[in-house]
């Protein structure tokens, strides 16, 4: 396991960090831990808004470090504060764990935004594993009456999915097989039946209404690009304000791509500079 995360943050070091104004290490007080966090304050000034952002990495690999190049870029990108988590990994923290850290996480961003000088509201955003626990925050957010700006979920992780077009075709993908998917849910998940929750399932839950504004990316070749788009769908459906774009050519995993990825996090950020707390 630990070879296996080193090998990802490894991946990362190669990637270009842009200079932001300024980044902070911190520590925000979980219900059941201290969970990491890294903030970064975009190069530009003005009023920003704030993101909170889960990386990716199957619930059990990926960390701050492995992703601060791209945190750099976004928040540049999209003149906000990214305030990116920490939150537990499996198997040695089984499912709902990173679910509670997430939570606590977008609660208490929301609840200390003059702390990062954050005027326009707060965010949720993640990629694959990331993507599920944004969607997820952003369904119990709207439980407890809390007010976001916006979700992004890019490729994002929905649902248990071994039938749909994209699962099947491109289930031997290039970052993410079906296989290793499998394996990923074996180390999060403390129950078979774990898989029918909605807090590991968003798309079951029972009411999608009443969320963000919600922009959801998906990748042409990912066994995840079905599900991601099911779930923008059934959104738009419940009457929320949904975009949902295809990136052509592209496989799961895609933002740590030279080009693409750049393309890509610059149409987020567009996205987020759009949002507003209103």
């Given at each position: 396991?630990?070879?296996?995360?080193?090998?990802?943050?490894?991946?990362?070091?190669?990637?270009?960090?842009?200079?932001?104004?300024?980044?902070?290490d911190i520590r925000i007080p979980g219900s059941q831990c201290?969970?990491?966090?890294?903030?970064?304050?975009?190069?530009?000034?003005?009023?920003?808004?704030?993101?909170?952002?889960?990386?990716?990495?199957?619930?059990?690999?990926?960390?701050?470090?492995?992703?601060?190049?791209?945190?750099?870029?976004?928040?540049?990108?999209?003149?906000?504060?990214?305030?990116?988590?920490?939150?537990?990994?499996?198997?040695?923290?089984?499912?709902?764990?990173?679910?509670?850290?997430?939570?606590?996480?977008?609660?208490?961003?929301?609840?200390?935004?003059?702390?990062?000088?954050?005027?326009?509201?707060?965010?949720?955003?993640?990629?694959?594993?990331?993507?599920?626990?944004?969607?997820?925050?952003?369904?119990?957010?709207?439980?407890?009456?809390?007010?976001?700006?916006?979700?992004?979920?890019?490729?994002?992780?929905?649902?248990?999915?071994?039938?749909?077009?994209?699962?099947?075709?491109?289930?031997?993908?290039?970052?993410?097989?079906?296989?290793?998917?499998?394996?990923?849910?074996?180390?999060?998940?403390?129950?078979?039946?774990?898989?029918?929750?909605?807090?590991?399932?968003?798309?079951?839950?029972?009411?999608?209404?009443?969320?963000?504004?919600?922009?959801?990316?998906?990748?042409?070749?990912?066994?995840?690009?079905?599900?991601?788009?099911?779930?923008?769908?059934?959104?738009?459906?419940?009457?929320?304000?949904?975009?949902?774009?295809?990136?052509?050519?592209?496989?799961?995993?895609?933002?740590?791509?030279?080009?693409?990825?750049?393309?890509?996090?610059?149409?987020?950020?567009?996205?987020?500079?759009?949002?507003?707390?209103?």
């Amino acid at each position: 396991m630990d070879t296996l995360r080193q090998a990802f943050k490894e991946l990362a070091k190669a990637l270009p960090r842009e200079s932001v104004a300024r980044v902070e290490d911190i520590r925000i007080p979980g219900s059941q831990c201290e969970i990491p966090a890294r903030a970064y304050t975009p190069a530009s000034g003005g009023n920003p808004g704030g993101v909170v952002y889960f990386h990716g990495g199957g619930f059990v690999i990926g960390d701050i470090d492995s992703y601060d190049p791209f945190c750099r870029a976004l928040a540049n990108a999209s003149g906000s504060v990214i305030i990116s988590i920490g939150y537990r990994l499996a198997p040695e923290n089984k499912f709902p764990a990173a679910v509670t850290d997430a939570f606590d996480s977008v609660g208490w961003a929301l609840r200390n935004t003059a702390k990062f000088g954050i005027t326009q509201g707060i965010a949720v955003a993640g990629d694959s594993s990331g993507g599920n626990l944004s969607a997820v925050c952003a369904l119990k957010c709207r439980d407890e009456g809390l007010a976001l700006r916006a979700e992004v979920l890019v490729f994002p992780f929905t649902s248990f999915d071994v039938a749909s077009r994209s699962s099947v075709e491109y289930g031997e993908s290039l970052y993410l097989t079906r296989r290793l998917g499998n394996w990923f849910g074996a180390q999060y998940l403390s129950r078979p039946e774990d898989v029918l929750s909605p807090l590991f399932s968003p798309i079951l839950s029972p009411s999608l209404g009443g969320v963000a504004p919600t922009l959801v990316i998906t990748a042409e070749y990912d066994p995840l690009r079905d599900q991601g788009e099911a779930y923008a769908d059934l959104l738009a459906k419940a009457g929320v304000a949904v975009a949902s774009i295809r990136v052509r050519g592209a496989t799961h995993g895609f933002t740590a791509l030279p080009g693409i990825g750049g393309d890509v996090c610059s149409m987020i950020g567009g996205y987020l500079r759009r949002t507003s707390r209103g």
